[in-house]
């Protein structure tokens, strides 16, 4: 009887979980496979072995798998056709399926851990660490991310909460909610940001309002480039939760580029870039849309797809943004491209800098038993785009030493660096006579993207006076300088 009931147990903690494995094969000749038809597989020691099993092709030159696994680490690879043996041709051993960045192991396997939640792996270019596939000599450098690291309060040198009613009573479309600057609303624990919109009674500005969730702008600008952001959404009908851009030199009273001069412009002649909207009564539809001068509001500039489980777990919410279209994704797959025939201020006024925003907003429509519901990212990622002749550059032009965010600063900003190789990295600042005021990094360091916060003061711990610094790396055979600027 103990027996039973402790195999009766075991069964149900260890329920099986999704997941969805996708591959870009739109840069290879896929091969025959078992049956003699081409197909792509997935593959592993506990993923039927060599052999694999066989994906379904989307047509569009991604290649998928669902299926139930339990818990636990898994290798595999993506096997372009079928071998019925271990050593067949492309299999131990050869990096061909798999970059060595992102591989695992002697046998170059990739890596994922299951847990209980649904997930998504990919999309994957066959035989890369990338996310998808591009003919394009495109190249992407990050230059400005938070990944949510710590605890408590929000980065105050990354985001502003905006909390000003624009026109003194009420924000935009009927909205019901306050935004407010409090933790209850917004704050990052486990490496994610909460962004929390909640039923309760709220006074502030001289009104009172029966909703409250936060409002954040982005204190970064930047003209083209793209966008990652890794979220899962909140739910429930009524709430409107959006990631999306404004132009920095919108004239919107308590928006942050506002408060610091910027506003020139107003709605919608500045441009708005919906990077994902989502409505409670349309559960798991997402949409991009974009708004100008010649199409706002109810813009005709739109397109969207439905993301299964987009509350339960993560998707990435991407837009590419170049100085001729802008396209927007989920997990890779595009559902929507802005490409205007003819530019012009009416349709294009997307050739100057936008920040983020990200938001949960409460509609008159929300349902009486709402009480609560949260938006949570684990990661928002800029990169901007250079068009390079070659895909190979040397080494040393790997390695980057991105310009201070925000810049002029008061009192935290954010550097950001990019390391080609593994190795020691020393970051210094030194005054404009040479003193040195802050060693900010010794030791060695992974390849990859990083960032270290500077909070203007010295070696001893005390605050440094305003002035221009100058911070410098050396890395590998990297040697460079940037200027920054401490106001008070």
């Not at 027996?3 to 896929?30: C, H, N």
């Not at 404009?432 to 003061?457: C, D, E, P, Y």
Request: charged share 15%; glycine share 8%; proline share 4%.
């Amino acid at each position: 009887m103990q027996l039973y009931i402790l195999i009766l147990t075991f069964v149900t903690l260890t329920r099986a979980t999704q997941v969805t494995f996708i591959v870009d094969m739109s840069q290879e000749t896929v091969i025959a496979g078992e049956g003699s038809h081409p197909a792509v597989y997935v593959s592993g020691l506990n993923l039927n072995g060599p052999g694999g099993i066989e994906m379904t092709d989307n047509g569009d030159g991604t290649w998928a798998l669902t299926t139930d696994l339990t818990p636990g680490n898994y290798t595999y690879k993506f096997r372009n056709g079928y071998y019925d043996h271990w050593d067949g041709p492309s299999w131990e051993g050869d990096d061909g399926l798999v970059e060595g960045g992102c591989a695992s192991g002697e046998y170059f396997d990739r890596i994922v851990s299951v847990n209980n939640s649904d997930l998504v792996e990919g999309v994957f270019c066959f035989g890369s660490c990338d996310e998808n596939c591009s003919s394009s000599t495109n190249e992407y450098t990050l230059i400005w991310n938070d990944e949510f690291n710590g605890s408590g309060a929000i980065n105050p040198s990354k985001w502003f909460h905006q909390t000003q009613l624009p026109n003194g009573n009420s924000w935009f479309n009927n909205e019901l909610q306050h935004y407010t600057n409090r933790l209850e609303n917004s704050f990052v624990s486990d490496g994610t940001l909460k962004i929390v919109a909640k039923k309760e009674t709220y006074s502030d500005q001289s009104h009172t309002k029966e909703y409250t969730s936060a409002r954040l702008n982005s204190k970064y600008s930047f003209t083209y480039g793209k966008v990652e952001i890794k979220a899962k959404l909140p739910e429930g009908i009524g709430t409107w939760p959006a990631i999306w851009m404004l132009g920095q030199n919108i004239s919107e009273v308590g928006a942050y580029w506002q408060t610091q001069g910027y506003g020139t412009t107003s709605w919608p002649h500045c441009g708005e870039i919906d990077i994902m909207e989502h409505w409670g009564d349309n559960q798991n539809y997402v949409q991009s849309a974009l708004h100008t001068p010649s199409s706002y509001g109810a813009t005709i500039n739109h397109g969207g797809q439905n993301i299964p489980n987009a509350s339960n777990q993560f998707n990435i919410y991407a837009l590419e943004w170049t100085s001729e279209q802008m396209v927007f994704s989920v997990n890779g797959n595009v559902h929507y491209t802005y490409k205007p025939d003819f530019q012009n201020s009416e349709t294009w006024p997307f050739d100057a800098p936008q920040y983020l925003l990200m938001n949960i907003a409460i509609e008159p429509s929300i349902a009486s038993n709402f009480t609560e519901t949260v938006m949570e990212l684990d990661y928002v990622r800029v990169y901007e785009t250079s068009i390079l002749s070659s895909k190979t550059e040397s080494t040393i032009n790997d390695y980057n030493l991105i310009q201070n965010s925000p810049n002029p600063f008061n009192p935290i900003t954010s550097l950001s660096y990019v390391l080609a190789e593994n190795g020691l990295v020393n970051i210094t600042i030194h005054d404009l006579m040479g003193r040195r005021v802050k060693t900010l990094v010794n030791n060695f360091q992974t390849a990859g993207f990083n960032s270290i916060l500077w909070n203007a003061t010295n070696n001893k711990g005390q605050p440094v006076p305003a002035g221009v610094y100058l911070y410098t790396i050396q890395a590998g055979g990297l040697r460079q300088t940037k200027k920054m600027v401490l106001i008070k």
